[in-house]
């Protein structure tokens, strides 16, 4: 009985952190999952970098190819840049189309050669849907939690969100590292 209680409390705390589509940490799991490693930065005066990541164009996939193969590609996007990271690294869906990457113990440059290798992989896979080919590219915003500087997690996500935006207006397919200033 207590192993059944066991399992039922692991498949509840999975149905609440766990992207019921892609199979990744959900939003609120990357919520307390980024509270946390900001409260072990600021405590160890660690690294600590964030990468936000937008599939572009993903409206185009929904309205050409139909939105089951948006959601096929989402599913392989997920999987391809989890295969990338470190265990001690964590990603999650924020919602839609975009992605997070929390990496913990990482300085600006480490976090901007993994968001190099996260866009390069995601542009070589070959995707279909159905027997009819398509591409993907995304954009990655990358931001390092100020040392020496207690800033907020709302004011963190915005640095890595900005980040992203400055990767779209620069033409889509690249990386960007916030600038503060």
Known sequence: DLIEKNKENELL??????????????????????????????????????????????????DTYGHLAGDHALKIVAGSLK??????????????EEFVVILPET??????????????????????????PFALTMSFGVAAFPTGRKISLEQFIKMADEAVYTAKKNGRDCCCVFKNG
């Open 107 to 132: 300085k600006t440059e480490d976090a901007l050669k993994v968001s190099e290798r996260l866009r390069e992989k995601i542009k070589n896979i070959k995707m279909s849907y159905n027997g009819k």
């Open 13 to 62: 705390r999975q149905q609440m952190t766990i992207d019921g589509m892609t199979q990744i940490n959900n939003h609120k799991a990357f919520i307390d999952i980024l509270n946390n490693e900001i409260s072990r930065t600021i405590r160890y005066n660690k690294f600590l970098s964030l990468i936000f990541a937008d599939i572009d164009h993903f409206k185009t996939v929904n």
């Open 83 to 96: 295969e990338e990271l470190r265990e001690s690294d964590h990603i999650a869906r924020y919602g839609g």
